[in-house]
């Protein structure tokens, strides 16, 4: 059998598995209308995160045991966006996010609710939590955290004024790319991007050079890419998503100076989860001015082996403020002896799967 025989034998076979599979994603959107029926009449929640999560790992065990050639992140990408695509023909939903569009934000807010989905991008972390609030937008998603500069107070604050939950997190890889319509770099006069972009890419930019070029900060990567478009002379530093929007040739990927950039964000809304066996809680608390007040707060974790994860201190509207994470659920009853304790102090902000990894 020669090669091209063969290689029609194949596609004929891909072809009957794709068949296959559109009937089956088919009749699985099927029964998701009705599960969406069903929530519709009891006022349960679309986006089931600790659900999702316990569905992949399922997924993950099975491919495991069957020595499939699709493993755990490979699992997650293809079903996350089934996922996002059921959510969406269960009840279409606006999702508000800090703008604007090809941020990394926005990257984010995609990774958990798909293509399909309708997007508001919103120029302020405060606008997004005013637009979830008011019922413009069903989900948001906002910056947390930075492992290089560390956590975003302003959504720190806006949870102080806020009776919105967190109901998931999300982990991004910050890759920065050098795109251009230019040939060679030395073609290169100026450089748009944001400046913390500037300053995470410094080596990169060195090294070839470029730190010579007029560097132009912008209020986005997206926006610097869609300035460099426009001028043969000029590039951006942007995200993968950013150059692809505009169209603009990428010359360099990964020009960060370390690999291990991360941002966290966080995804809110109106509502609360049930517990998922590993899960994570937020709080913000309010001590007492006395001496050893946050000692004998911390204690209290402690003696209930409760595994502190984040300790961040804040000053909210003049009064210092604590941002804390653990390992546990609300509805866990160590946890709730705890709150009971502190009904004052404590703001509960949500609980929530727990990523893999942290920052």
């Known amino acids: 059998m020669n090669e091209e025989v063969e290689l029609k034998k194949l596609r004929d076979t891909l072809d009957v598995i794709d068949d296959q599979l559109l009937v089956l994603l088919n009749k699985r959107m099927e029964t998701v209308h009705k599960v ?15 659900r999702e999560k316990a569905i992949i790992e399922r997924l993950h065990n099975q491919s495991i045991k069957a020595k499939g050639n699709l493993n755990r992140a490979a699992i997650e990408a293809l079903f996350l966006e ?14 508000a996010y800090l703008g604007p569009e090809g941020s990394f934000t926005h990257q984010a807010a995609e990774s958990r609710f798909g293509a399909m989905s309708a997007y508001l991008p919103i120029g302020s972390i405060k606008g997004v939590f005013r637009e979830v609030a008011n019922g413009k937008a069903k989900f948001g998603v906002v910056p947390i955290e930075n492992s290089s500069n560390g956590i975003v107070n302003d959504t720190v604050s806006c ?3 806020s ?15 050098l795109a251009s319509r230019a040939d060679h770099i030395k073609d290169i006069r100026k450089i748009y991007s944001k400046d913390i972009a500037f300053d995470q890419c410094h080596k990169f930019l060195e090294d070839l050079g470029l730190n010579e070029c007029e560097l132009i900060p912008v209020d986005s990567t997206a926006k610097a890419a869609k300035l460099a478009i426009e001028d043969e002379h000029s590039a951006a530093i942007c995200s993968h998503v950013g150059a692809k929007m505009y169209n603009l040739p990428i010359l360099f990927e990964n020009i960060e100076d370390t690999g291990d950039n991360r941002t966290r964000f966080l995804i809110i809304s109106n509502f609360e989860n049930g517990q998922s066996g590993d899960d994570k809680t937020s709080i913000l608390v309010q001590l007492s001015n006395q001496s050893g007040a946050l000692v004998r707060f911390l204690n209290d974790f402690d003696t209930a082996n409760i595994n502190l994860t984040k300790i961040k201190s804040h000053i909210v509207e003049g009064v210092s403020t604590f941002f804390i994470e ?22 509960f902000l949500g609980s929530y799967v727990r990523e893999a990894d942290d920052i």
């Open 163 to 177: 009776n919105l939950r967190i109901i998931a997190e999300v982990m991004v890889d910050i890759h920065h790319t």
């Open 326 to 347: 653990f390992n546990a659920h609300k509805d866990e009853e160590k946890v709730k002896t705890i709150f009971k304790k502190y009904p004052k102090e404590i703001k």
């Open 36 to 50: 969406g029926s069903v929530k519709a009449q009891s006022g349960g929640a679309i986006y089931r995160p600790e």
């Open 159 to 161: 949870f102080a004024d």
């Open 82 to 95: 089934v996922f996002a695509i059921s959510r969406n023909l269960e009840l279409p939903e606006n999702i």
